[in-house]
């Protein structure tokens, strides 16, 4: 069983992690880093990000994240692949355990560990999985090619997933629950534009079902009031972007959450309750979710973890 020490690990590589990376690196805090069950985070699975600056023309978030790990790379990040399945914060230096057995002794942490897709929490949901029913509409909308299918949300990811689908699909329903999106105005006024996208406003999905591949969606309109009206709609895929969830399962009962599982930061910086433990992204971030918020947090979080070693002359 491999035991490394290292006075930065950093977990999880989205925007966050790799630019906590970067910035450790170069203060000589020679982080260890180690990449999760998604390297490269979030971004690598959405389309164009427009709105990143710097990057006039937009730029696939895929690459996007294979140039922030470059860059981490440049300035020797130690980047590994494994997901870290334990910590103890009781004493400095803090242990982590990674899932290939190595053991980490860090004496800083900073968790970047990101956020994943929630599902409605319907039985059908899991039946369906993998043989219709998605969360990623840019992983999994190549199958769906001249087919129907529905996306569930209103904000700028449903939106984003609706009309990336557009361009694949037949036709594309999006199934929002209440009579507005919630998405910003540009991605409200992109997907009202595209003809082969049907808005179905207060709208909820009671149930899927078919054969050996989803058919039908069993919804819901005006649930609860004189007008309820159930109606089905064929489609051949179904596509979660109702928000996410922050990934702290690991973190139970180690550290200060809040209601809904984000890590709570102090005051403007990324100290948690936990003294030497830093968050940034979308693990402590329950209000923005933006990848240049993410990168700023994690540059933060590298600034926080350098002046905790030099106030602790470690
Ligand atoms: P949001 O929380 O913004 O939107 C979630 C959507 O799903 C809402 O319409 C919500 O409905 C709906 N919803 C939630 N739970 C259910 C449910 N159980 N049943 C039916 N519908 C449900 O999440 P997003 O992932 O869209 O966005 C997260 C953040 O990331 C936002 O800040 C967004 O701006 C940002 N983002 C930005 C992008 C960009 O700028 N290009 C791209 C993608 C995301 P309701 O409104 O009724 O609550």
Redesign the pocket.
Known sequence: MESINTKCLIIGSGPAGYTAAIYASRANLSPVLYEGLQPGGQLTT?TD???FPGYPEGVNGFDMMEDFRNQALRFNADIRSGIVTDVDFSNRPFVAKIDDGTVVNAETIIICSGASA?Y??LADEKTFSGRGVSACATCDGFFYRGKTVAV?????????EASYLANLAKKVYM????D?????KA?QNRVEGIDNIEILYNT??VGLSGEKTLKKAQLVRFAGTESEEHFEIDIDGFFL????HPNTEFLAGKIELDDKGFIVTKNGTTSTSVEGVFAAGDVADP????AIVAAGSGCKAALDAERFIANHRM
Not at 175 to 178: A, Y
Not at 180 to 184: G, N, P, W
Not at 287 to 290: A, F, G, V
Request: with cysteine.
């Open positions: 959405t990000v427009e709105n929630k409605l929490g569930v949300g209103g904000g700028d990811t449903a939106c984003e199934i929002v629950r209440k507005y999106l919630r998405a910003s991605m909820n999905t972007a109702i928000g996410h209000n923005y979710q933006q």
